[in-house]
């Protein structure tokens, strides 16, 4: 079983992934007044794309996509999804924190290899985004891990079983709240669409793909929100016992951040990096402080 969960784990990853990015979409659509399209449509996209043919700027070009996506890949085994997790024992979370700052290097390195403006601004922005959520972020990270005692994912929705939610509990609610405050900056969207602005660059990082590179990037995009996503559920809302009512926690999640997209008009990046190290940095911190103080 543990082999097949292997192969099982990336593979509902992805159908969760693009199934979102196809809702997002069609929820979007609706709020327009428009039919949309419908909800498998990233999926005939992607399966478009890599009939077409495409060009290369480089190695990196090739090698960098491949390491963003492969670092993904690697982290959703580390994602305990409905009580099972492939990688538990090989590393604790300090090594999914690791992958995860993979997955902007690589497509650094594919984009700068392309050489073309729009991409290298687009770049600028993912980092700088990146560092934006990556301090409120590590503080979280930080008060779970001394609230629980242990580094390991697993245990630490194993612990939220025995009790309460790591959000339903004080002083982690503080972390919770922080979470909710930058989620739509990791998954990228409004009020954090600032990377893949076509209207000012042209798409930034995904400007020179296409074809499968486009594919690739569109998955990529598609795990980014998984992970985000199931990140919160097993750390902060106790994640599950099986994988549907994972997923069912994983939609009430995915609406939320759906609900700021649709609300909120896009922010300047400047703007951006000034809300995340205010509001969600601070009660982060407050969070922090309390747990290393209180504890359990």
């Keep these: 079983m543990r082999i097949l969960w292997f192969v099982l784990s990336p593979l509902m990853a992805l ?3 693009l199934f979102f990015l196809g809702l997002s979409r069609r929820f979007m659509a609706r709020i327009q007044w428009r039919v949309g399209p419908p909800l498998y449509q990233p999926l005939i996209d992607i399966l478009r794309q890599f009939t077409q043919k495409s060009v290369s700027h480089g190695p990196l070009f090739d090698l960098g996509v491949v390491l963003s996506l492969a670092s993904s890949f690697i982290v ?3 994602m305990p999804l409905g009580g099972t997790a492939p990688l538990s024992s090989s590393g604790g979370f300090l090594v999914v924190l690791y992958l995860m700052l993979l997955g902007p290097l690589g497509i650094a390195l594919s984009g700068g290899e392309a050489a073309n ?3 290298s601004i687009g770049i600028s922005r993912k980092l700088i985004l990146a560092l934006g959520y990556e301090v ?3 503080m979280i990270v930080l008060a779970l891990m001394t609230y629980y005692g242990t580094i390991s994912i697993g245990e630490i929705v194993a612990a939220q079983r025995e009790s ?3 959000i339903a509990s004080f002083p982690l609610v503080f972390s919770g709240i922080a979470y909710l405050l930058i989620l739509p900056a990791m998954l990228g969207v409004r009020p954090f669409e600032v990377v893949g602005a076509a209207q000012e660059i042209s798409s930034g990082p995904a400007a020179e793909y296409g074809g499968p590179y486009l594919a690739l990037a569109t998955i990529q995009h598609g795990l980014t929100m998984f992970i985000g996503i199931s990140l919160f559920v097993n750390l902060l809302w106790g994640g599950a ?3 549907v009512v994972f997923f069912l926690k994983m939609l009430v999640v995915f609406a939320f951040g759906f609900w700021v997209n649709a609300a909120f008009p896009r922010l300047r990046v400047e703007q951006a990096v000034r809300y995340l190290w205010r509001w969600p940095t601070l009660i982060a911190f407050v969070g922090l402080i309390l747990v290393a103080t209180i504890g359990r």
């Design 76 to 78: 959703v085994l580390f």
């Design 164 to 166: 309460a939610s790591a």
């Design 136 to 138: 409120p972020f590590l």
């Design 241 to 243: 016992s099986n994988p």
């Design 15 to 17: 159908a969760v992934g």
């Design 117 to 119: 403006p729009n991409v």
